[in-house]
Structures are given as C-alpha cells and as structure tokens.
C-alpha cells in the first residue's frame, strides 16, 4: 500500500455516492479523508479487525468475502463500479454499530480507494443526513430481523423437503422389511419343526444331505427363471399334479415357490428315489419353505440396500457430512435431488437426464446447489400437475459448467418474465407459494457462486439455464469450524 495522497472535489463529484452534494461538503469531505492506491490481492479492510474507516473505490476492481459460521467463506462478485464501498459502513449508528469489520474487502485489480475514517463518517451522516440516518437505522434492524426470519423459513421449507420425500421413499422398503421379517418367523419355526419331524420318522444323514443339496441348488436359482408367465402357469400346474400324485398335501400351494426356484420334474425324482417315498411328502413341505425363507431374505436384503440407498442420496443432498466449499461431480447432486423428490413425483411425469459426463468437477457450495436444484425442480413439477416430461441436461462451455432444468408445462408468461428471481414475487396462490424460491436460487448462483441463472420459456417448453464457474477462486474458502 503506498502513502496517502489528497483528493480533489471534482473527483469526488464523479462518484454516484457524492453526485448530489454542495461544493461545501465535498471540500469537506475531501479534507476528511485520503486516496491510498492498493496492489492486486491486497486487503484494503480485513474482517474481525477494528472498523476504522469507510472505503470507496475511485477507480480498480474489489471483492467483498465474509466468513461465516453456517456457511464458510461466501464471497461477493468482483465489482469495478466506482463509487461502490465497503468497511465500517454503519458507524453512523455509534455505540450500536460493530467494532469490528463484518467482511474482507479485496483489491482484485490495482486499486485507488477514498479511506475516511469512521468517526468522521459517522458525524457527517449524523449532521448532513439526519432524517436519512434513523431511516437507515430502521432499514438496517428490519432488514436483519427480516433475513433472519426469511433464511429460517428457508430452512425450515428444505427441510421439509428432505423429510416428506424420505418419509414417503423410506416406507415401502421400511414396510416390506418388517412384513417380511414377520413371515421369517413362523417358517423358520416350521421348517424347525419339520426337520425335527423328518429325524424323528428316521431319515439317513445322507438322505438328508441330498435334500440340503437340492435346497442350495434351487436358492442359487431364485428368480433367475426367464419364463413368460403362460410358461410359468403350465409348470406350476404341472408340477402341481406331480406333487399331488406323490401324496404331498397343499401340492397346488407349494408348486408356485418351489417352480420360481426353478424345481422340475428331474428334481422331484431325485429327490423321491434319493430320500425314498415315505420321507417324500415331509422333504418337499420342508424343501418348499426353506426356498420362502430364502425369498424372504433376499426381500429384506433388498429393502435395507434400497434403505441405505435412500440415506446416502439424502446425506448427497444435505452435504451434511461434506465441507461447505468443495470440488463435486454436479451429476451426484442432481441425482441426490431427482432421488429425495421421487416419492413426489406424479405417475405421469418422466424424467429424462441428459448428463455430458465429460463436465469436470465444480468448485461450490454442495448443499447450497442442491436447495437451487431443489428449488427449481419443483416448481417445474408444480407447473406440469399430473403428467409432463422433466428433463434435466448438462454440459459446458470453456470455462462454465451449464446445467439446464426445462419442464412441459405451461411456461412463464412474458409479462412476468423479468420480475420471477424478485424476492416474494409468486405465480401461486395465497398459502402456496412464498416467493424466496427462484430469489434465493439466484443468490446462491448469482452472489455465492458468480454464476449465472436465467430463464427461456414458451408453452409446453419452459427451461431455467443455471452457468457456475469452473475456475476456483483466488483463496479457496476454508471450511468453516
């Protein structure tokens, strides 16, 4: 940083923030303050340390960072609008004010900046502006009472979110785990029964093997049978009467199971001259519920897998377990989120994914992604009802990633065209929508990520265009502890 330097009145004047004052004021603003010129990457104010003075840029490139607790490093896109400004901007308020700076200002670029120290700043508002200030004061205390209750809401909405899906994806693999847990217990107190029958009626141990031998061979054979079901329908009838002809009770309530598992006529022989006819009848009932217990196991196994798939996609999608800033395949986000939405998703809407697979990693903010990818998702959902097509598709270009969301609904009128990303502006009736969703996604993309998210629309063929950087930042953001 070099010295100090004067300023002049008339180039103070150029500044939109000094535009309207008298001669008077700007002489005295001139006094107060002094230009200091700042090298590329060099911090004109640093967060946390005493707020001193009210910066403006004169001529350069700054870029706003603020560590946060919640969500790490968020930095604001570099600006070189003169006149912009940073550092102890509410020392008007006094005592009430901060002492110390909320964010880093950085000179992206070489940078002239206007320092004026705070105190001074402060009385100037205090004694030119009075009205002005206490208006300021209200807008200041509402604005972080309103943020605080917006960004609560929000939360609350993802959360909600998270939960509906899960609850309704989660309770058809929950319900058949425990139906079938259920039904384990009473065949494997059967086929204990059973077995103990057959050592009883004085079955050889070979012949018992024989048996055990069948069983493993018809498990490995479990729904492996690539039959239509008019082929699946003669077998079982068929088998059927063979059981019934070697005096197996229930023959027509055994065949179904025991022709899944691929039993034939073959295997019925074998096991008839193996194990002998008078042990016949007992072996198959115990043939035929060993099969269901290995059917029941399977159905659980896929259960608790689909369960396990399940709360890996929400953890992908909460990033509970991720730092905020990281390097992530955009394909697992958008896949985490199409997943959490599945149980809302109407039976006649399809989904179709166009991913460029070549797309590299995105430097982001996951979990923030994921709330856009949310967001957008359903209102797509919302706009198509009952049937529609969702498509989703990525790709890039140089130096972006691009991801596009588009529906088949009935599209955005032009007329409200522009004013969809304004904070609580909705389409949606009273109750049903609140109007932070799409205001919100274009912060995240927008100030978060220094991208780009924009809308194209027509009848039947509406899509919001999201364009995230591929170039990390300067400084990666470090998570936050």
């Given at each position: 940083m070099s010295s100090q330097t004067s300023i002049d009145i008339d180039e103070l004047r150029k500044l939109f923030l000094f535009e309207r004052l008298t001669d008077e004021q700007l002489a005295k603003l001139a006094g107060s303050g002094a230009v200091q010129t700042y090298a590329q990457d060099e911090d004109i104010v640093r967060q946390g340390e005493p707020a001193e003075c009210f910066a403006v840029l004169i001529e350069g490139e700054v870029q706003m960072i603020s560590e946060t607790v919640s969500a790490g490093t968020v930095a604001m896109p570099r600006t070189s609008q003169p006149g912009v400004y940073g550092g102890a901007t509410s020392a008007y308020l006094g005592e009430r004010a901060p002492q110390t700076y909320q964010h880093t200002l950085r000179a992206t670029a070489p940078s002239r900046i206007f320092m004026l120290p705070a105190k001074k700043f402060a009385y100037i508002v205090a004694e030119w502006f009075p009205m002005a200030m206490h208006l300021l004061d209200g807008l200041l205390s509402g604005g972080r009472m309103q943020r605080e209750i917006i960004d609560r809401r929000q939360r609350l909405t993802a959360l909600g979110t998270i939960t509906a899906g899960l609850t309704h994806e989660l309770n058809n693999p929950a319900a058949a785990a425990v139906r079938a847990v259920s039904e384990l217990r009473t065949l494997l107190r059967t086929s204990r029964l059973q077995l103990a029958?057959?050592?009883?009626?004085?079955?050889?141990?070979?012949?018992?093997?024989?048996?055990?031998?069948?069983?493993?061979?018809?498990?490995?054979?479990?729904?492996?049978?690539?039959?239509?079901?008019?082929?699946?329908?003669?077998?079982?009838?068929?088998?059927?009467?063979?059981?019934?002809?070697?005096?197996?009770?229930?023959?027509?309530?055994?065949?179904?199971?025991?022709?899944?598992?691929?039993?034939?006529?073959?295997?019925?022989?074998?096991?008839?001259?193996?194990?002998?006819?008078?042990?016949?009848?007992?072996?198959?009932?115990?043939?035929?519920?060993?099969?269901?217990?290995?059917?029941?196991?399977?159905e659980v196994t896929e259960a608790t897998e689909r369960i396990t798939s399940l709360i890996r996609s929400a953890k992908q999608y909460s990033q509970m377990d991720r730092a905020p800033f990281q390097m992530v395949d955009v394909h697992d986000l958008l896949d985490s989120t199409v997943a959490i939405f599945r149980g809302k998703i109407a039976p006649g809407v399809t989904v179709v994914t166009d991913y460029d697979r070549t797309l590299p990693?995105?430097?982001?903010?996951?979990?923030?992604?994921?709330?856009?990818?949310?967001?957008?998702?359903?209102?797509?959902?919302?706009?198509?009802?009952?049937?529609?097509?969702?498509?989703?598709?990525?790709?890039?270009?140089?130096?972006?990633?691009?991801?596009?969301?588009?529906?088949?609904?009935?599209?955005?009128?032009?007329?409200?065209?522009?004013?969809?990303?304004?904070?609580?502006?909705?389409?949606?009736?009273?109750?049903?929508?609140?109007?932070?969703?799409?205001?919100?996604?274009?912060?995240?993309?927008?100030?978060?990520?220094?991208?780009?998210?924009?809308?194209r629309s027509k009848p039947g063929d509406t899509w919001f265009e999201v364009r995230l950087p591929l170039r990390e930042p300067a400084a990666v953001p470090e998570p936050s502890v």
């Amino acid at each position: 940083m070099s010295s100090q330097t004067s300023i002049d009145i008339d180039e103070l004047r150029k500044l939109f923030l000094f535009e309207r004052l008298t001669d008077e004021q700007l002489a005295k603003l001139a006094g107060s303050g002094a230009v200091q010129t700042y090298a590329q990457d060099e911090d004109i104010v640093r967060q946390g340390e005493p707020a001193e003075c009210f910066a403006v840029l004169i001529e350069g490139e700054v870029q706003m960072i603020s560590e946060t607790v919640s969500a790490g490093t968020v930095a604001m896109p570099r600006t070189s609008q003169p006149g912009v400004y940073g550092g102890a901007t509410s020392a008007y308020l006094g005592e009430r004010a901060p002492q110390t700076y909320q964010h880093t200002l950085r000179a992206t670029a070489p940078s002239r900046i206007f320092m004026l120290p705070a105190k001074k700043f402060a009385y100037i508002v205090a004694e030119w502006f009075p009205m002005a200030m206490h208006l300021l004061d209200g807008l200041l205390s509402g604005g972080r009472m309103q943020r605080e209750i917006i960004d609560r809401r929000q939360r609350l909405t993802a959360l909600g979110t998270i939960t509906a899906g899960l609850t309704h994806e989660l309770n058809n693999p929950a319900a058949a785990a425990v139906r079938a847990v259920s039904e384990l217990r009473t065949l494997l107190r059967t086929s204990r029964l059973q077995l103990a029958q057959l050592a009883q009626d004085g079955i050889a141990p070979d012949k018992l093997r024989t048996l055990v031998e069948v069983q493993e061979s018809c498990t490995e054979a479990l729904g492996r049978q690539q039959r239509s079901p008019m082929e699946i329908s003669d077998a079982e009838e068929a088998l059927g009467e063979e059981l019934d002809e070697a005096g197996v009770e229930d023959a027509w309530d055994l065949a179904p199971s025991l022709v899944n598992a691929g039993f034939s006529s073959d295997d019925l022989r074998k096991i008839r001259d193996k194990v002998g006819e008078e042990h016949t009848p007992a072996a198959l009932r115990w043939l035929a519920d060993a099969i269901e217990i290995s059917q029941m196991l399977s159905e659980v196994t896929e259960a608790t897998e689909r369960i396990t798939s399940l709360i890996r996609s929400a953890k992908q999608y909460s990033q509970m377990d991720r730092a905020p800033f990281q390097m992530v395949d955009v394909h697992d986000l958008l896949d985490s989120t199409v997943a959490i939405f599945r149980g809302k998703i109407a039976p006649g809407v399809t989904v179709v994914t166009d991913y460029d697979r070549t797309l590299p990693l995105i430097p982001c903010y996951a979990g923030e992604l994921n709330q856009v990818w949310t967001n957008l998702m359903h209102n797509a959902l919302d706009a198509m009802g009952e049937s529609g097509t969702l498509t989703i598709r990525t790709a890039y270009d140089e130096d972006e990633a691009i991801v596009e969301i588009g529906d088949t609904g009935p599209g955005v009128p032009e007329a409200i065209r522009d004013r969809i990303f304004e904070p609580f502006f909705t389409t949606k009736t009273v109750g049903e929508g609140t109007g932070l969703g799409l205001d919100i996604s274009y912060r995240i993309v927008a100030g978060r990520h220094g991208g780009e998210i924009k809308v194209r629309s027509k009848p039947g063929d509406t899509w919001f265009e999201v364009r995230l950087p591929l170039r990390e930042p300067a400084a990666v953001p470090e998570p936050s502890v």
